[in-house]
């Protein structure tokens, strides 16, 4: 089925949500689960893997993503670990970091989206 | 500024800033008396300071040669004079103030000491010119006889311009000193965070007032590890082993933990310290600051209660979404397959929202999509045919047409052609407003041609 802003939608959903578990951690707030840093189990990889590439696998935003994506969760784990050894400020300031990786993604989402409307 | 009297005029060449005793006379014994090997008129004339001696009613008897010189006066001139007259006071307070330092030396006969005056001398043209700024003691020393009576009251005028810069220059750091400090307590007191400080072992040793304000506790409740006890009970131990670990690796300290607020309700707060060394690098100080993030965690666990939520509806929208997705294209296939001629009209334009191929065989060479009924079949108007679809539109009644008769114009020929259906014309609504209507319906012409062939044949004359 193609996709559409309703699933576009989603992704973005997801990536907030994976921002807000994030800095939950970062928090305090609620222990890391080894599945929100993994590309497979990530929501937003999921989606990548079981919408986005059956219907538009051969785009190079696709790919960029994925790659952005991979990048975005390492640097969530090097900062929960930077967390978990007592860099409380140092952990949370990195999470600027994210949002430029989060905001990367945003983009290519919307360039995606964006082709698929005009298609 | 005026000469006080007593005190010493402006002599550039004997107190120049080159010094008092370089410049002073060189001292030249007398010849020796009858019964003293020692002149000591002479003697006391020489002495390397300035002495004035009067007796007890200030009537002067003789001065040194220092005084002399800078005093402006010879000594013949002052001699035999009293104080007063000899060196007049600028002002009765001047005067006044002397007199009472002599009254001093008789009631009591002991040293008195004036207040320090400012005398500034001139500066000698090589220096500079000028004056030179220069401050001034004189001291009453009571002389007294034999019966322990005063006999002579000595006055004797120091430059203690060094001295009295010292004292100033100490008083000015001083008060420096003091407002450096006083601006640091004010600092700590008055920023928007809980702040202590705790020597190198690792004891508290201050607290300041919003932190104990905000543990309700008293500096004395807190020092050395009493402050652990304000801890929520959970949090001690981890709190006590990370900072015990900083103290003694000298590593920065953060630790986040609730902290026991004045009415017993615990606030997490962020803790962050840092170790102050000396040039040798060994730590002399900790100096720790911590903020309430309460709040700003609190906001951190409902934004993550709503984005989880917000996740959930959202999957169950887009299940929702591909479900009733899933039918429509059920539904739409039913539609375009059913042996019926079908389309739907949507609004009060009647606009071709859906065509199914059995209908649109009734006009191949028009396009119907996107396009109302009025401007594609224009030869139904006349027949009445928009009529009835703008009656079924607005009032909702269905329209039953059995075996209607419409001429239409079936191909590109501009040739009208009966042609015969029975259809319904529904209306639907959506949101309990009227939406469009559904056509559905059977072309019977051949068979309306047929009966009506029958009916010829019946009605034909010998039958």
């Known amino acids: 089925m193609a996709l559409t802003s309703f699933d576009f939608q989603q992704a973005r959903v997801k990536q907030v949500l994976f921002k807000s578990r994030l800095r939950s951690v970062l928090y305090g707030v609620r222990e890391a689960e080894p599945a929100l840093f993994s590309l497979a189990h990530n929501p937003l990889g999921q989606w990548l893997q079981t919408s986005v590439k059956p219907a538009l696998g051969g785009q190079p935003e696709v790919r960029e993503i994925e790659r952005v994506l991979q990048q975005m969760l390492s640097k969530g784990q090097d900062l929960v670990t930077s967390y978990t050894r007592g860099h409380i400020e140092e952990s949370r300031a990195g999470l600027d970091q994210i949002n430029t990786f989060a905001e990367h993604i945003e983009t290519l989402l919307h360039r995606l989206e964006q082709g698929t409307a005009a298609a | ?463």
């Open chain 2, 1 to 463: 500024m005026a000469q006080p009297p007593g005190s010493p005029a402006a002599v550039p060449y004997f107190y120049s800033s080159s010094g008092f005793a370089n410049r002073q006379p060189a001292f030249m014994p007398a010849p020796p008396a009858s019964d003293s090997p020692v002149d000591y008129q002479r003697l006391f004339r020489s002495l390397p300071d300035n002495f004035l001696l009067m007796k007890h009613d200030a009537t002067i008897v003789d001065n040194t040669d220092g005084h002399v010189a800078v005093s402006l006066k010879s000594r013949e001139e002052a001699v035999g004079r009293t104080l007063f007259e000899a060196y007049p006071s600028t002002d009765q307070n001047q005067g006044d103030i002397i007199a009472a330092s002599h009254e001093h030396v008789r009631q009591h006969l002991e040293p008195h000491a004036m207040p320090v005056i400012r005398y500034d001398l001139a500066r000698p043209a090589e220096q500079g010119g000028g004056f030179e700024e220069m401050y001034w003691q004189a001291t009453h020393y009571p002389l007294l006889d034999e019966q322990g009576q005063l006999e002579y009251i000595l006055q004797r005028t120091q430059n203690i311009t060094e001295q009295y810069r010292a004292a100033q220059e100490a008083a000015r750091a001083q008060v420096a000193l003091a407002e450096s400090q006083d601006r640091i307590r004010f600092v700590l007191e008055n920023l928007p965070v809980l702040i202590w400080t705790a020597t190198a072992g690792g004891d508290r040793d201050f607290f300041n007032s919003r932190w104990l304000a905000f543990t309700g506790r008293t500096a004395e409740e807190q020092m050395g590890e009493q402050w652990s006890t304000s801890i929520h009970p959970d949090d001690r131990e981890r709190v006590l082993a990370s900072w015990k670990k900083s103290v003694a690796s000298g590593e920065l300290y953060q630790v986040e933990y609730r902290l026991r607020r004045h009415d017993g309700q615990y606030r997490w707060i962020l803790v962050r310290a840092t170790p102050r060394r000396d040039a040798q690098g060994t730590i002399n100080l900790w100096v720790g600051g911590a903020t309430d993030i309460h709040e700003q965690r609190q906001m951190v666990q409902e934004l993550l209660s709503a984005n989880e939520t917000q996740a959930v509806l959202a999957e169950q929208a887009y299940q929702l979404y591909q479900k009733a997705e899933n039918q429509r294209e059920t539904f739409q296939s039913l539609l375009l397959q059913a042996p019926a001629m079908i389309c739907i009209l949507r609004g009060a334009e009647h606009r071709y929202e859906f065509v199914n191929p059995n209908y649109q065989q009734l006009f191949p060479h028009r396009e119907l999509l996107g396009h109302t009924v009025e401007e594609v079949l224009p030869e139904v108007k006349d027949q009445g045919i928009i009529g009835i679809l703008d009656k079924v539109y607005q009032t909702g009644e269905t329209f039953h047409g059995d075996e209607m008769k419409m001429q239409l114009e079936r191909d590109a020929s501009k040739a009208l052609k009966d042609s015969y259906f029975n259809f319904v014309y529904q209306q639907f609504r959506e949101n309990d407003e009227p939406a469009g209507i559904m056509v559905f319906a059977f072309e019977v012409t051949e068979f309306v041609h047929a009966r009506q062939a029958l009916e010829r044949l019946d009605n034909a004359p010998g039958n």
